[in-house]
């Protein structure tokens, strides 16, 4: 991911064996500018996205990938980027109901990763969730059926080759009541990138700090290799700076 600017802190930490990378942050310090970076990066050279979004309209994507030089309008177009809205979600669907929905967006997903891989397009496929906090709360706190979609989303990364982005917001789990799907996400993930504010208080030219954990790393089992990377970030309108603390002039 260098880029974006930072040096290649990001590209080194992330690798390239990370199927399921899993995105944190909190009030103070929001991560969605992580999703947009991995979302750029997902559509170049010749892949493709589906994008469900529950935190913002496409307008809003299409706005801020466009001052990052990628147009998600000629994407979306050619269908390298598949859109779900799903700020109404599931549709007012009760009890049972909800399940039905989830059942009918994965095959919705399953379409859309087939008809990405027709002509040119044989790029890997990238899966993102903008916010796994508001399909829990669209669920009406049915965690079990949260999980089970998952689940079901991880299985793409074996069946259809696929990789996966999901963005959560970990201070709303700040008690032990329904932690699962925090805990969860923690558990299959190969790749967290958790975005905090500062420990040393607000900086107008530092916008908060980013740790990276590798854990395709730990997998390798490289004793020497680095696993955990802690740097500062600076989101900016047309991207992100990323470096070491004490390190900018």
């Known amino acids: 991911m260098e880029e974006y600017g930072g040096g290649d802190f990001l590209s080194e930490a992330m690798g390239s064996g990370a199927r399921v990378v899993v995105v944190e942050d909190r009030v103070e310090a929001p991560g969605a500018f992580a999703l ?10 010749g892949g493709a996205a589906a994008l469900l979004a529950l935190a913002q309209p496409f307008s809003h994507y299409d706005r801020v990938l466009r001052k990052m030089g990628c147009n998600l309008s000629l994407h979306r177009k050619s269908e390298r980027l598949h859109f779900f809205d799903l700020q109404a979600f599931p549709g007012g669907a009760k ?23 027709t002509g040119d397009n044989t790029g890997r ?30 299985t ?51 916008h908060g700090q980013l740790s990276v954990v590798n854990k395709c790393t730990f997998r390798e089992q490289r004793l020497k290799a680095q696993r955990i990377w802690n ?6 309108e047309n991207g992100a ?6 390190s900018r002039h």
């Open 241 to 246: 700076d990323f470096f070491y603390p004490g």
């Open 36 to 45: 947009h970076l991995l979302l750029k990066r997902a559509l170049a050279g």
């Open 125 to 154: 496929f990238t899966l993102m969730i903008d916010d796994v906090s508001l399909l829990e709360v669209a669920a009406g706190g049915s965690v079990d059926d949260v999980l089970d979609f998952l689940h079901y989303c991880v």
């Open 156 to 206: 793409l990364t074996s069946e259809m080759n696929c990789s996966l982005v999901f963005l959560i917001h970990e201070d709303i789990y700040s008690s032990e009541e329904g932690v699962g799907v925090l805990l969860h996400l923690r558990y299959i993930a190969d790749l967290v990138i958790r975005a905090a504010p500062l420990s040393t208080g607000l900086a107008a030219d530092v």
């Open 95 to 117: 009890g049972g109901a909800i399940s039905d929905s989830f059942v009918r967006l994965y095959g919705d997903i399953q379409r859309a990763i087939d008809a990405s891989r």
């Open 231 to 236: 740097f500062h970030f600076r989101v900016k």
